[in-house]
Nanobody, 117 residues
Framework: QVQLVESGGGLVQPGGSLRLSCAAS????????MGWYRQPPGKQRELVAV???????RYADSVKGRFTISKDNAKNTVYLQMNGLEPEDTAVYYC???????????WGQGTQVTVSS
């Protein structure tokens, strides 16, 4: 059974930093496009950042220059370094793995990030 387990969320003040981790099991992240998505309160889930098997990266305009996605294939783990956090970044953050086929798609359970003074 494929599992994506996120960790690293929490409460942080505006301007602060957090690093999220997503540990994968039963898949090799080197063969997947890995992504971070978020769902703010009362809003739809949105893309934050993705990293391909290449690897190449892509970011939402709202996080460019502040967030960095990376991965460690040996640890089968994807990271999201978040700097300069703003209250608008408050959301549940989800890890996603997308394989070659549409059905080959997996989600983690999510981790809460709250940015507040």
């Amino acid at each position: 059974q494929v599992q994506l387990v996120e960790s690293g969320g929490g409460l942080v003040q505006p301007g602060g930093s957090l690093r999220l981790s997503c540990a994968a099991s039963q898949i090799s992240i080197s063969a997947y496009q890995m992504g971070w998505y978020r769902q703010p309160p009362g809003k739809q889930r949105e893309l934050v950042a993705v990293i391909t098997s290449g690897p190449s990266t892509r970011y939402a305009d709202s996080v460019k220059g502040r967030f960095t996605i990376s991965k460690d294939n040996a640890k089968n783990t994807v990271y999201l370094q978040m700097n300069g956090l703003e209250p608008e970044d408050t959301a549940v953050y989800y890890c996603n793995a997308q394989g070659t086929f549409r059905w080959d798609n997996y989600w983690g359970q999510g981790t809460q990030v709250t940015v507040s003074s």
